[in-house]
């Protein structure tokens, strides 16, 4: 009987495990995770997990995995892959053979440099253990200081002054979002975080970090500190690929994947933060994407390229972010716009279109309460897939709908 093994017990690879019996596979399916939980969404860690400290949302239960013949081993993870013999060596001793195999082996969070050793008042968010013990330590006037002014960082110091924590967040580059948000957004962004009373400072050089038994500190190279309770780095991710790397699998900032998620090894797939893959909404450009539901689309994209269907990747880049009342939407990517259009929403929300040199529309990002961008984002992002050059004027002006641009 075929078996299918799926390395990386997380989003995607629960996704692709179900649509596997979803397309009418039925053979063994064997899911491998390194985690002591089962799989579960990790957005909330810094939102609504954080804030009320209940037990992570799973992707499904464990009766759900029984009922449709998935065998998840956490716990457990991979040692080795043996792309010739067709064997995972796992870390309690068994070699598992496999027909096909799927890596979705995610990211981990980037270290701050020259720090080493385990410390426990200078943390990084990524499991639900780490959101645990960060929030032990979030109680009212508490000092948290947080390293790195991106999506995880934000929505981190969102959720701290709710929980009447003070917040201080230490950016290096010269404004907060600085990867894949436009100015205005960011601008948006940081007036928000400012009127709870976070303290924001960008453009800072950091020397060092240091704990000690009183607390933790931020030595600037201007010979300043910052002492705080509790210091969170949050300054990027990086792909887990040392397991293809060693199995001797081509590697470009992640796993290289073609167009069907296939890695260098005919019978390995590979899907998610974990992997890199061309998009031909942007000139084949390579992209690697650390998203909800990248990860999410790329598992059922998975699924069906295992069982043959030879699917190429056609989703637009879309992300999210929840922050106080706001919500943050981009979809597509923007750099190398040549021309931005404004156009303003209800209740003070606004959406960014950005044109290439030839007029087409290649991305959107929006920013307002609640869901006020929602419906025009995804507009844009149909708009984005059709490779539409849609009129500047129309897209700036807020009486003609998006829906008669795309009908158009």
Not at 372 to 378: K, L, N, P, S, Y
């Amino acid at each position: 009987m075929t078996q299918i093994v799926i390395i990386g017990a997380g989003e995607c690879g629960a996704r692709a495990a179900f649509a596997l019996r979803e397309k009418g596979f039925a053979g063994k399916i064997m899911f491998i995770g390194a985690e002591d939980h089962l799989p579960y969404e990790r957005p909330p860690l810094s939102k609504d997990a954080l804030l009320q400290g209940h037990a992570p949302k799973l992707v499904s239960e464990a009766e759900r995995y029984e009922a449709a013949g998935i065998t998840v081993l956490t716990g457990i993870s991979a040692e080795s892959i043996d792309p010739a013999a067709k064997v995972v060596r796992l870390s309690d001793g068994r070699s598992q053979p496999y027909d096909q195999l799927l890596l979705t082996t995610g990211a981990r969070p980037r270290p701050f440099p020259g720090l080493s050793g385990a410390c426990q008042r200078i943390r990084t968010l990524r499991t639900h253990g780490d959101a645990v013990a960060i929030r032990a330590a979030l109680q009212p006037g508490r000092h948290l200081a947080i390293i790195g002014g991106g999506f995880i960082g934000l929505e981190l110091a969102a959720a701290a002054r709710k929980l009447g924590a003070r917040v201080t967040l230490v950016e290096g580059l010269p404004r907060i979002l600085s990867r894949g948000v436009p100015e205005e957004l960011a601008a948006v962004v940081a007036e928000r975080h400012k009127a709870e009373g976070v303290e924001i400072h960008c453009g800072a050089k950091i020397r060092s970090l240091q704990e000690d038994s009183e607390g933790v500190s931020v030595l600037f190279e201007d010979d300043s500190t910052l002492d705080a309770d509790l210091i969170v780095v949050g300054i990027g991710a990086i792909p887990n690929v040392e397991l293809a790397r060693d199995a001797g699998l081509a590697i470009d900032n992640g796993i290289a994947v073609d167009t069907h998620l296939r890695t260098s090894a005919p019978d390995i797939f590979a899907a998610g933060d974990c992997c890199s893959f061309p998009l031909a909404h942007y000139a084949g450009r390579r992209l690697r994407l650390e998203a909800w539901r990248n990860a999410q689309e790329q598992g059922q994209l998975a699924a069906a390229n295992l069982l043959g269907a030879g699917e190429a990747i056609t989703a637009v880049p879309w992300f999210w972010s929840d922050q106080y009342d706001l919500t943050l939407q981009i979809a597509g990517i923007a750099d190398g716009a040549a021309q931005t259009v404004r156009r303003e929403v209800a209740d003070g929300a606004f959406i960014l279109f950005h044109l290439d040199a030839g007029g087409r529309l290649i991305a959107a990002s929006g920013i307002g309460p609640g869901n006020t961008v929602a419906r025009d984002i995804r507009l844009a992002e149909m708009m984005i897939a059709a490779g539409i050059h849609p009129d500047p004027a129309a897209l700036a002006a807020p009486a003609i709908k998006l829906k008669t641009l795309l009908a158009a």
